[in-house]
């Protein structure tokens, strides 16, 4: 079963300005994962944060975790229209999870020219 | 460099009939292998993953099946589909070893039952 959250289902906003997508989950966690998928593909992975890590940046994504809370949040700045596509984050447990991720229903972001 | 294929892109098939879908990856040794089904709109399910030639785990009951009867080959199939079959097929494969902990996707089947 789907175990992440994420929220705002959709979201939609001006080229140029920034996007906040936010996931919560329920499990303890070895790292969190952000992907993304452009309509019909398959997945690209983003960034990845471990459990350890409180903050991260990659390009114009910024991801924060905040193990106490369950949650993280990816941020990405300067939005250009090739960002529009559905956001996912996964968890991954660690251990002997052999990798297995459990996925969020995901951001669906759309970024106007 | 490492790649992921999986055919065929679309199928559609109806209430009944087998199904066999098939994931490669290249360029990889002994990798951990992932099946997962995405319904529209919605976050990817995990349906089965193999961390060795033989070796599948089930993460949900259900009307489908996997094997791998190569290292680098993962098979997906039911012997007759149901309307709830219908949706999007994904294919992972990770690394198992050094820590690495990303997947990496192959394009997807869509599979259509009617």
């Known amino acids: 079963s789907q175990q992440g959250e994420e929220d705002p289902q959709a979201l939609s906003i001006q080229e140029g300005e920034n996007a906040t997508m936010n996931c919560s989950y329920k499990t303890s966690i070895n790292n969190l994962q952000w992907y993304r998928q452009n309509s019909g593909r398959g997945l690209v992975h983003l960034i990845l944060?471990?459990?350890?890590?409180r903050e991260k940046h990659s390009g114009r994504l910024r991801v924060t975790l905040d193990t106490s809370k369950k949650s993280s949040s990816l941020l990405i700045t300067a939005s250009r229209a090739a960002d529009t596509a559905s956001y996912f984050c996964a968890s991954n447990a660690g251990g002997t999870s052999y990798g297995k991720l459990t996925f969020g229903q995901g951001t669906i972001l759309t970024v106007h020219p | 460099s490492q790649t992921i294929h999986q055919w065929p892109a679309t199928l559609v098939q109806p209430v009944g009939s087998p199904l066999s879908l098939e994931c490669t990856v290249e360029g990889t040794s002994n990798p951990n292998l992932y099946w997962y089904r995405q319904a529209a709109g919605r976050g990817l399910q995990l349906l089965f993953y193999s961390v060795g030639i033989g070796q599948i785990s089930s993460e949900v009951p259900q009307n489908l099946s996997a094997s791998r009867p190569q290292d680098r080959q993962f098979i997906l199939s039911s012997k007759k589909l149901l309307l709830s079959d219908s949706g999007f097929y994904l294919c992972?494969?990770?690394?198992?070893?050094?820590?690495?902990?990303?997947?990496?996707f192959g394009p997807g089947t869509r599979l259509l039952v009617l």
């Open positions: 992972a494969w990770r690394t198992p070893t050094g820590g690495r902990e990303t997947q990496y």
């Open positions: 944060i471990r459990s350890n890590e």
